[in-house]
């Protein structure tokens, strides 16, 4: 039992350049989400999942985008990254509580 | 507008004190209040909840107290410890589990030995 995994741990990026975050989880958890991390920022909510084919808005949106095709999975999507999204990502899901997988550092240049 | 407001945002107490982290929140629908505790390089992992019909909850040595007049919940950790020096983020959200966490920007907590 893994619990919730991101893959990859560490990223660098380009500005401009694409690429897709996946979390996963074996917890059989309808809901799912993506998360930001900033120094002194908390963590704030990027996306939302609560099922299969399903996907909402959080507070933080804007250049990002999701989709959840499969139930025990969660991608994110960066079309063209920029340098204000460099950031911890973490992936969370539940049933009620939230579990957090270990994070993606990302950095655009 | 930042709906949880956490404070301090790092404090420092000897070992066996008890470090107090305060949370004031806005948004009266939040109904479900957890605390997350994060060491460097992971993740944040749940330490302790509370729903709003309950003024107090302990487990182990973690207590909420919870004051729903005032919009306002606290952490202590009773006989600290070296090994509790980490980050502790409070969150909130409603609507039975399925919106997500809004969190409060952390506090940086070490306790010296």
């Known amino acids: 039992n893994a619990g919730v995994t991101q893959t990859p741990k560490f990223r660098v990026l380009k500005t401009g350049q694409s690429m897709t975050l996946l979390c996963a989880q074996d917890?059989?958890?309808?809901?799912m989400y993506w998360y930001r991390q900033d120094p002194g920022m908390g963590l704030r909510l990027i996306h939302y999942?609560?099922?299969?084919?399903?996907?909402a808005k959080g507070e933080v949106p804007d250049g990002y985008n999701v989709s959840r095709l499969k139930k025990q999975n969660f991608l994110l999507g960066l079309e063209s990254a920029a340098p204000s999204q460099t950031s911890v990502y973490f992936c969370?899901?539940?049933?009620?509580?939230?579990?957090f997988g270990p994070g993606t550092r990302l950095t655009v240049l | 507008q930042q709906q949880v407001k956490q404070s301090p945002q790092s404090l420092i107490v000897q070992k066996g004190g008890i470090p107090i982290i305060n949370c004031a929140y806005e948004?009266?629908?939040?109904?479900?209040f957890p605390w997350y505790q994060q060491f460097p390089g992971k993740g944040p992992a749940l330490l302790i909840a509370?729903?709003?019909?309950?003024s107090e909850k302990k487990e182990g040595r973690f207590t909420i107290s919870f004051n729903k007049s005032a919009k306002q919940f606290s952490l202590h950790i009773m006989d600290s410890q070296p090994g509790d020096s980490a980050t502790y983020f409070c969150?909130?959200?409603?609507?039975?589990?399925?919106?997500?966490?809004?969190f409060g920007k952390g506090t940086h907590l070490i306790i010296q030995p």
């Open positions: 917890m059989n958890h309808e809901y």
């Open positions: 509370i729903r709003p019909d309950v």
């Open positions: 969370a899901s539940a049933r009620y509580e939230q579990f």
């Open positions: 999942s609560v099922g299969e084919g399903t996907t």
């Open positions: 948004n009266t629908a939040f109904d479900y």
């Open positions: 969150a909130a959200n409603s609507g039975g589990g399925a919106d997500g966490l809004t």
